[in-house]
Structure formats: C-alpha cells, structure tokens
C-alpha cells in the first residue's frame, strides 16, 4: 500500500504576519490539517514522485451557508504558510488537477471533510485522499501473442478511449515470466472515471492474416477498482468445443477479470476468434475433457495467472493497520508484533520514522546520522552497519531479514521509546514508522504504522 503524508502547518491563532494568509475577520481561528493520499492499489506506477503529487493537489474551502469559497491551487502555493478563517462551518477538499476521463497512468486522489471554526480555537482535521477512478491492465498469454501477427486493445466508458497495440512498428506490451509462464503485459496502466467499461479486441491471425475481434462489456465498476483483463487464445489447429453433432459451441479466446481492490468474484467467457481449420484440423479425438496434457484439448484455454505472491505486512493486533493510541507515560505496552511476508525473499528492507521526539534519538544510532529535511530518520536494516552494531540484539537485520521469505519483526520495545520524551510531546502528536519491502524480483511493499499521543489515564 502506498502512502503519502503531509501536512499545512497551522498554528494556534496568529496575528497576521508576512507569512499568514487570512481570509477573513469575524472573530477567527485556526485551521490544522493532517492530510494523507492512500492508494487502494496493490501496486501503483506513476512518472511522478510522491512530491509532486502532494505539490500539485488543488485546495478548495467552502462556506456552504453563504457560498463563499477560496481556491488553492496547486497547494505548494500555500505550503508551509498558516490559513487563518472566520468562525463559521466549512467543507475542505482535496483533489488531483487532473481529471481527464481516461489516462494513461493517471490516479485521481480526491477526498472532502466538513469542519467548523471555532473562535479562537485551532481545529484540527484529519482528512484523507483515496483514489476515485478505475485502473484497467491487460495481460496477454504466451499463446495470444503468437496465434496474433498484430493486435489491438481498445477500453472505453463512453467518455474517453485507451488504446494498446502491437504491431511491427509498435508493441504496447512486455513480456514477465509469472511462475513459469510467459505473459505480456501492458507496459501502461490505463485510468478511467467510473462508467461502464467496453473492451475491443481486434487482430490478424498470424498463420493467414484473417480478421479476428471480440468485444466485453463490463457492467459491474466501482471507484478504485483494478479491472485486470486475461486474455488467452487457443493455438492454430484447433476448432474449439464441440456438441455431439461436431458443431462448434466455444471458439478461440477467453477473457477474465481479475480485481485486486473491492474483489469481485467475475469470470467471463467471450466467443471471439474465429478459428478457420487449416489442412487436417478436426475436432479433438480420445482424451478425457478437459485435459491438458496434449495442447489442452476439449478443455477451457489456459488463462494467464495474476500473480499472489507479493510481499505484504500482517499485524495480528491491529490487521486494519489504524492509528494506535499510545498513553504518554513510560509503563506504555502496545503490541506491534509484525511478520513480514515476502515469498520471492528480501532484497530491501527501510523504515522511515517520523516523530517529532524519536526521529533524532534513532538518527544518532545510524551510520549516516542525519534527518531528512521533514525530520524523518532512516533505517538501513541490511546495510548499515553502524544502526546493527547499536540495534542488531533487539531487531532482526542483516543475515536475519536478506533473502528472507518470512520475518518476525517486532516494533513492542521501540515505540515505548517515544515516551522517553514525554516532557516534549503533545496530546495529538504522530509517530510514523513506515516500513519499505523490496523483493528480489522488484515488487514493492510500503506500509506505515502510526501512533498517536494521548493523555495518561
């Protein structure tokens, strides 16, 4: 899960200065803003950084009982500066500029809070942007791609159409190699607002350059689905099923949908692929339906796999991965007892802290010793030696997490730390720990843990 976190910083009913912005005097307060973007996806593929995306977000307050609106756009234009608003009720949203109805590698973030403005109070809110569009990807099997000497891949919801294509000139696709198979996968993930999907599929046979095409309708689409379209086709030679008077009753190609957000159980079967027999062709003789063994005769064509192997984060405790209440006193007990499962084994493992209190303390005990510009530390838990000389007892590291496909990693006796501090912190605070997995064929598991300071009983 990929997570972004930043913040407009706001402080407790300020004057005007050179770096306030007010917006208007009816007796006023402060507005604080936590503000967070979390992709659904399992994996998220965009050209832009994380910077970026949080820079080049679109700020709108609105006063609902007047009307009355201010617009910040992009939100790098008041990062950093403190927004001082009347008294009054609101509603704060948070948006990606654009919004085009079908993208290439295009996620739209948007999320709206309500909240009210206190006479000389700070309110603080927690808002959060999720992805409100559809990601579409294609996978191609090895027999698809042959039995086709070009092809086209069309998605629309009436508002906007992506294309993928192979031709000679061009190939949209890229070859993975998922559990032993060969697989072609678009090397673009498309983006489109919530619509019913159609999906066209046209090509030439390779073996006589004879048209082929098929055509899915997807009805079922939700915000932050991840439709992924299987496409197989039978190799050349064979007809398809048949009844018992030897007439065809499926044809050459199958399309199923896989989602890796908001599951929804859907196969589909599509008649597609006209198979026009060559020389000795006949229907599949002896054999027992559905076997495989020979060129999977009489049987369902073999779809593409959708990997299940990525690396992911379980915690028993808390499996929704919410923010933890952490009492501000030293007797504090949590349990993040972690395991971290990463099935094509550790190529690299970080984690990122950020807390206010905590962020210097583990600094100190690395090699590079220093905080970013965000005051957020680093740990190498593979490579630094200096962080193992100081921590290597208490966490697993090095040798204990590389390669590894199954680790037990406890963060129990490290957050209590933060209490160590406790003159120096404040009701409310966060204390991010956000640990970044990468296994040895490159996927990606990034997923934060956060505690919030609260009063002791």
């Given amino acids: ?142 027999n698809f791609a042959s039995e086709l000497s070009d092809y086209t891949v069309t998605v629309s919801n009436g508002k906007g159409t992506l294309s993928w294509v192979k031709t000679s000139e061009k190939d949209d696709f890229k070859p993975i190699v998922v559990e032993g198979k060969t697989v072609f996968t678009s090397a673009q993930a498309g983006y489109f607002t919530v619509a019913p999907l159609s999906v066209t599929v046209n090509g030439h046979r390779a073996i006589d350059d004879t048209d082929a095409s098929t055509v899915l309708y997807i009805e079922n689409v939700n915000a932050a689905d991840h439709h992924i379209l299987n496409l197989d086709a039978k190799v050349t030679g064979q007809i398809g099923d048949v009844d018992e008077s030897g007439n065809v009753i499926q044809q050459g190609i199958t399309i199923t949908i896989s989602h890796d957000v908001n599951p929804i159980d859907q196969n589909v079967v599509i008649p597609g692929f006209d198979e026009i027999p060559v020389e000795g062709d006949k229907p599949s003789e002896g054999g027992d339906e559905g076997d495989d063994e020979g060129g999977n005769q009489g049987g369902d064509p073999v779809v593409p796999e959708t990997p299940t192997d990525m690396p992911k984060l379980i915690w028993p405790a808390n499996p929704d991965f919410a923010d933890v209440e952490l009492p501000m006193t030293t007797s504090a007990v949590v349990d993040v007892e972690l395991t971290i499962e990463v099935p094509k084994g550790i190529a690299e493992f970080l984690i990122y802290v950020d807390s206010g209190v905590l962020s210097p303390t583990i600094a100190a005990l690395t090699a590079a010793g220093t905080v970013d510009e965000n005051g957020i530390a680093l740990m190498d838990m593979i490579n630094d030696d200096t962080l193992y000389a100081n921590l290597g007892e208490g966490l697993p590291m090095k040798d204990k997490v590389l390669n590894q496909t199954s680790v037990e990693f406890s963060l129990s006796s490290l957050v209590p730390l933060i209490n160590m501090y406790v003159q120096d912190i404040t009701s409310g605070d966060k204390h991010l720990f956000t640990l970044y997995v990468v296994d040895n064929e490159g996927n990606v598991l990034e997923q934060t843990v956060t505690f919030v300071s609260v009063p002791a009983e």
């Fill in 1 to 142: 899960m990929k997570k972004i976190y930043f913040s407009i910083i706001a402080a407790a009913v300020l004057s005007a200065g050179c770096n306030s912005e007010i917006i208007e005097q009816q007796g006023s307060g402060s507005l604080a803003i936590d503000l967070s973007c979390k992709s659904d996806y399992t994996v998220v593929a965009t050209k832009a950084t994380d910077e970026e995306i949080i820079n080049d977000l679109a700020i709108d307050i609105v006063r609902p009982y007047d009307g009355w609106s201010v617009n910040y756009t992009p939100f790098s234009s008041i990062r950093g500066k403190v927004v001082e608003l009347g008294s009054g009720d609101y509603i704060i949203t948070a948006s990606s500029q654009c919004k085009e109805h079908a993208a290439y590698d295009q996620p739209i973030y948007e999320g709206s809070e309500d909240f009210t403005i206190m006479t000389g109070q700070v309110t603080t809110i927690d808002l959060l942007c999720k992805i409100s569009n559809v990601k579409v990807s294609i996978n191609l099997s090895d």
